[in-house]
């Protein structure tokens, strides 16, 4: 079993930056891959980003790329999303997910567990 708690989230204004933590229980943490998720009102849970276990691969969303950097720290048993340049078509609760496989994945029915979520939300 795997517990995930996001943190991070906040109001921000457009152009502004956010950085969001993912800290996981267990001890084979380093073995998940992990994900971003975010789900506006109304809206399907979309991909954001993914990082492999070692972190050595990573994915992310055309709508994020070059904004937004993924990264992780096994030792600590977190992960992170870097949120640059925000624009208000961010504003999502974004969950982190992890997998039992060490490959990263985009799709939400690749992953196993899941966070409660956290709010972001940028003005505009």
């Known amino acids: 079993q795997v517990q995930l708690v996001e943190s991070g989230g906040g109001l921000v204004q457009a152009g502004g930056s956010l950085r969001l933590s993912c800290a996981a229980s267990?001890?084979?943490?380093?073995?998940?891959?992990m994900g971003w998720f975010r789900q506006a009102p109304g809206k399907e849970r979309e991909f954001v980003a993914a990082i492999s276990w070692t972190g050595g691969s990573t994915d992310y969303a055309d709508s994020v790329k070059g904004r937004f950097t993924i990264s992780r720290d096994n030792a600590k048993n977190t992960m992170y999303l870097r949120m640059n340049s925000l624009k208000p078509e961010d504003t999502a609760v974004y969950y982190c997910a992890a997998r039992a496989r060490p490959v990263n994945a985009v799709l939400v029915g690749s992953y196993d567990y899941w966070g409660q979520g956290t709010q972001v939300t940028v003005s505009s």
């Open positions: 267990g001890r084979t943490f380093s073995s998940y891959a």
